[in-house]
């Protein structure tokens, strides 16, 4: 279990996850490889991936769990933020 600066608690295999999902990007990101698209692609495949492991679009899961920002479950808190984030950047929210 890794401890944030902030005490979030994330399980290390998590960590590496992510990482591995953020390096992966990096490497489609480089212009010779439509940075872009790659880019909106990872966006939509993981906002499919929140909504298949929720079962429900991000704002039904908010009104049901309530707001990721105020959450003291670090899954949701940590998950829901990145959800939302993503739809902002993709202008869905």
């Known amino acids: 279990m890794w401890i944030s600066p ?3 608690r ?3 295999r998590e960590i590496v996850e992510i990482y591995e999902q953020k390096e992966k990007m990096g490497e489609l990101s480089s212009p010779s490889h439509g940075g872009n698209l ?3 692609r990872f966006i ?3 906002i499919n991936y929140f909504e298949k ?3 429900k679009p991000y704002q039904e899961v908010v009104s049901e769990k309530g707001n990721p920002d105020d959450s003291e479950d670090w899954i949701w808190a940590r ?3 990145e959800w939302k984030s993503l ?3 993709i202008g869905d929210l």
Do not use: D, M, N, Q
Request: no cysteine; glycine share 4%; proline share 5%.
């Open 38 to 40: 790659s880019r909106i």
């Open 44 to 46: 939509v495949e993981t």
């Open 79 to 81: 998950e829901g933020k």
């Open 53 to 55: 492991r929720y079962a």
């Open 10 to 12: 994330i399980p290390v």
């Open 6 to 8: 902030t005490e979030e």
């Open 87 to 89: 739809l902002k950047e």
